[in-house]
């Protein structure tokens, strides 16, 4: 590779029955303060170099920023789990780049804020309420499936995002939200994201807090798209005309049962956003990766088709199906380790401490990068192979080796939600059709707030006899 370049080349290898997935090629050498931020600000996946990979933390300054990043599990525990409240406040980039939309919504809030709404929202997610929603994950799924056609050709992405942003915002908002309002959210939340910027220079400069992200007026119409149609269902909400059972009916009730919280309106349009954004964005990157593999990898494929053929037949699948598909889930698993949808986790340090071999100084920008963690050759075998058949043996990967979801109290609050929506929705895929890609396409993975392809991945759909 060019020791200038910005961009890595993209490694992809095949065989007859292993894959190495697309991704860019670890450095040689570490890129100096110019070309690491130049990189950074075209994806997170490209500055790191071969060593960074191994299951050790290191520190570097960023011009005036102290940089540390933690890939030993360990680490990853002290920072998650044993010293949370130190590094609970998320990377001030992802606040910056987050709060024009979000407020103070549950996946950016810190201290007070965060620890008052985080049970309201754990509660309406939590995994007892998933058998409720999943008959409203497969119906969403089978419409849009009704809409594929044999020999068609689909943009892997925007077709999940489609499909997840149907489920989560029947499951918000009710199934009764009309088709104008929900393509208004969907656009607003594509427009913010496409304008918003993931690399805050300011904030190396030495400004604990960044500047503010937006250019100029530009974000405001994204915003007010989705706000409108937040609002709008809450004030039907607030009518009595909601639908019971939805999120925001059961948001709402939570908050009448804790008035002391004194949750407002606004409080309450920010929570539902953040539940539409976390819940949207990442299960749509995950089925893309997921589909994206198992046409680059027809072994596993077929061993997806065998099985879901034996425990399904021509059904559709159900909540009460998935312990019968254990290789679907593990094709989930393997894909949100290879390409887990949140591949950096931000955080700044409240206070100056020491993490392991580590002086970590107050305000310092902390890093756990599931994507270098869940590539390490120190905490996994073939680190870069896809192998599903890795979490099908029974040997649960090293503590704090595999967090897709995070960890510790700020662990994804939509964790068992995501789960079943991704493995019911490719399991509903994969029995329907076989997608092809085009001859020779290689993706190419970047990280904007969450990791997608940075070209689409076109599929032609093949429908299964
Ligand atoms: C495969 C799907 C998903 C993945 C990989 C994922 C991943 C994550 C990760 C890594 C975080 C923590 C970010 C951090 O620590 O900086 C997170 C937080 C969160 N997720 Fe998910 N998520 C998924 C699906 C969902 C779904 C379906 C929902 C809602 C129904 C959801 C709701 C949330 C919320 C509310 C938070 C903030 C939690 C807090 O800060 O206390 N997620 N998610």
Redesign the pocket.
């Known amino acids: 590779m060019n020791p200038f370049s910005l961009q890595p080349d993209i490694v992809e290898e095949a065989g007859s029955d292993w894959l190495i997935p697309a991704h860019p090629q670890p450095l040689a050498t570490a890129p100096g303060g110019l070309r690491l931020a130049l990189m950074a600000r075209r994806s997170l996946l490209t500055p790191w170099t071969a060593e960074s990979f191994g299951a050790r933390d290191f520190a570097y300054r960023l011009l005036r920023r102290q940089v540390c990043v933690f890939n030993d599990p360990a680490s990853i525990k002290t920072v998650f789990v044993t010293q949370a409240e130190c590094f609970e406040r ?1 990377g001030a980039m ?1 606040r910056r780049a987050l709060s024009p939309l979000l407020g103070d919504g ?2 950016i ?1 810190d201290g007070e804020t ?1 620890r008052q709404r ?1 049970p309201l ?2 509660d309406i ?1 939590h995994k007892n309420q998933v058998p409720f929603y999943a008959p409203m994950m497969t119906r969403a799924v089978a419409e849009v499936l009704a809409g594929w056609r044999d020999g068609a050709e689909i943009s892997l992405l925007p077709a999940m995002a489609e499909l997840t942003a149907q489920i ?1 915002a029947r ?1 918000i908002f009710g199934t009764r939200l009309g088709h104008e309002a929900l393509s208004g959210i969907v656009r607003g939340f594509g427009r913010y994201q496409a304008r918003i910027d993931s690399f805050n220079l300011p904030f190396f400069l030495g400004a604990a807090e960044g500047w503010p992200v937006g250019r100029g007026g530009a974000l405001r119409p994204a915003i007010a798209e989705v706000h409108g149609v937040v609002e709008h269902v809450i004030t039907e909400h607030v009518a009595g005309r909601g639908e019971h059972g939805s999120m925001l009916d059961l948001l709402m009730r939570r908050m009448q049962r804790s008035p002391e919280l004194g949750l407002d309106m606004q409080a309450l349009r920010n929570e539902a956003a ?2 539409f954004m ?3 964005e ?2 749509a990157a ?1 089925l893309t990766w997921a589909l994206y593999l198992l046409a680059k990898a027809p072994w596993a494929e077929a061993r997806l088709h065998a099985e879901l053929d034996q425990v399904l037949g021509r059904r559709e699948p159900s909540a009460e199906d998935l312990p019968g598909l254990p290789y679907a889930r593990a094709i989930i698993e393997e894909t ?1 380790r290879l390409y ?3 591949p950096l ?3 700044q340090a409240r206070a100056a401490t020491q993490v392991g071999e580590i002086a970590v100084e107050k305000n310092a920008l902390v890093l756990v990068v ?1 994507w270098i963690l869940h590539r390490s050759p120190d905490l996994w075998e073939q680190p870069m192979h896809f192998r599903p058949e890795r979490f099908l043996t029974g040997s649960a990967p090293i503590p704090y080796s595999y ?4 960890a510790g ?7 068992n ?3 079943t ?2 493995v019911l929705g490719l399991a509903m895929v994969a029995r329907a059709f076989r997608l092809r890609l085009i001859p020779g396409f290689r993706a190419e993975p970047v990280c904007r707030l969450s990791l997608r392809p940075r070209h689409a991945i076109l599929a032609r759909l093949e429908a299964r006899a």
């Open positions: 998320k992802m549950l996946f809030s965060w985080r929202v754990a997610a989560i499951s953040t539940i976390a819940g949207h990442t299960t995950a949100l887990p949808p949140v986790l931000p955080r599931p967090i897709p979801f995070s109290p700020r662990i994804c609050a939509g964790l939600f995501g789960m929506e991704a």
